[in-house]
């Protein structure tokens, strides 16, 4: 089936740990996104790739870091510089192209312990 | 800078009845708008896409439509169900592939 695949679909993180969320996707999209999720918030973009080995940071990019080696996977580093983590993430790809339609994997609920 | 508001935050109804939810933008340079359900703890399933020169599109029991001059789009949907009860959630799509969303609205609709 194709689609995204996101894991763990839980992780638990220590004070001054980091830790990386896993992002495939065998729709062979070009684009890929990170967005971040709090309690009644909408979706607030974290970093966003194009294109193989090229990503920009979205609005809240301080403490998380992105790399993008294949077209398939987009692995998200949350790293200790990030104070407030606790949340849940979501990856998502499209087409490039005017127009396509976005699609999302289920998500990781990170928690600080 | 692009802002997207969904109103009602909230909304409660009882089976059977028909509904709209808003949403609306502050910039028209967008490149189609799409709306999604997420229920508890999941990720987004989208629903539909409307391209920025439709002015609507249907699936099933659910319409939704685009007045990019105003910066609006409504969701309708039909004889709703305990089953549509979700938070719904809209997007649009900007220049250099960026997706902008709301706040979303929570949907109960009681059985």
């Known amino acids: 089936d194709g689609g995204i695949t996101q894991s763990p679909k839980y992780l638990f993180r220590k004070e001054g740990q980091n830790v990386t969320l896993s992002c495939e996707q065998n729709l062979n999209h070009d684009a890929m996104y990170w967005y971040r999720q709090d309690p009644g918030q909408g979706l607030r973009l974290i970093y966003y790739s194009q294109i193989v080995n090229d990503f920009q940071k979205g609005d809240i990019a301080e403490g998380y870091s992105v790399s993008r080696e294949k077209k398939e996977s987009f692995p998200l580093t949350v790293t200790s510089a990030q104070k407030n983590p606790t949340a849940f993430y979501l990856c998502a790809s499209r087409s490039t192209g005017v127009g396509t339609e976005a699609f999302f994997g289920q998500g990781t609920r990170l928690t600080v312990v | 800078k692009q802002e997207v508001t969904q109103i009602p935050a909230a909304l409660s109804v009882p089976e059977g009845e028909n509904l709209v939810l808003n949403c609306s933008f502050t910039d028209s340079a967008i490149y189609n708008l799409q709306w999604f359900r997420q229920d508890p703890g999941k990720g987004l399933t989208s629903l539909l896409l409307?391209?920025?020169?439709?002015r609507e599109q249907t699936s099933g029991r659910l319409n939704a439509s685009l007045d990019k001059s105003s910066g609006r789009s409504t969701l309708y949907i039909a004889a709703s169900q305990p089953g549509d009860s979700a938070t719904y959630l809209c997007?649009?799509?900007?220049?250099?592939?960026?997706?902008?969303f709301g706040a979303g609205t929570i949907l109960r609709v009681k059985s």
């Open positions: 409307i391209q920025s020169s439709q």
């Open positions: 997007a649009v799509s900007l220049y250099g592939n960026k997706l902008v």
